[in-house]
Nanobody
Framework: QVQLVESGGGSVLSGGSLRLACTTS????????VAWFRQVPGKEREGVAA???????YYSDSVKGRFTISRDKNKNVVHLQLTDLNREDTAMYYC????????????????????????WGQGTQVTVSS
């Protein structure tokens, strides 16, 4: 059974940084496609960053250059480093994964739709104020 648990959210000022963590069980982060999405009330869940099993990374245009997705193989954890935060980054952030072989291209393309991901955590809230 796959379980994902997010942590690390909080309240920060514009320009600040946070590091989110997704602790996983039931799958190996180094061997599967993993990603982060975010959602604000009234809007669809938005893909933010993905990392394929081969290590290729993909980012939405809105976060490219500011966010970094990484994996800790020893702890089976997926991180999302958030820097230069602004108010538009305020959202609930969710960790997600696909278990099983997918190509790196497929992994990145799945950022376009939350329906492509079968496993989700409960989310961690990020609030950015000016």
């Amino acid at each position: 059974q796959v379980q994902l648990v997010e942590s690390g959210g909080g309240s920060v000022l514009s320009g600040g940084s946070l590091r989110l963590a997704c602790t996983t069980s039931g799958l190996t982060v180094m061997s599967n496609c993993v990603a982060w999405f975010r959602q604000v009330p009234g809007k669809e869940r938005e893909g933010v960053a993905a990392r394929s099993d081969a290590g290729y990374t993909y980012y939405s245009d809105s976060v490219k250059g500011r966010f970094t997705i990484s994996r800790d193989k020893n702890k089976n954890v997926v991180h999302l480093q958030l820097t230069d935060l602004n108010r538009e980054d305020t959202a609930m952030y969710y960790c997600t994964a696909v278990k099983g072989p997918v190509s790196s291209e497929n992994c990145g393309r799945r950022l376009e739709s939350a329906t492509e991901w079968p496993y989700w955590g409960q989310g961690t809230q990020v609030t950015v104020s000016s």
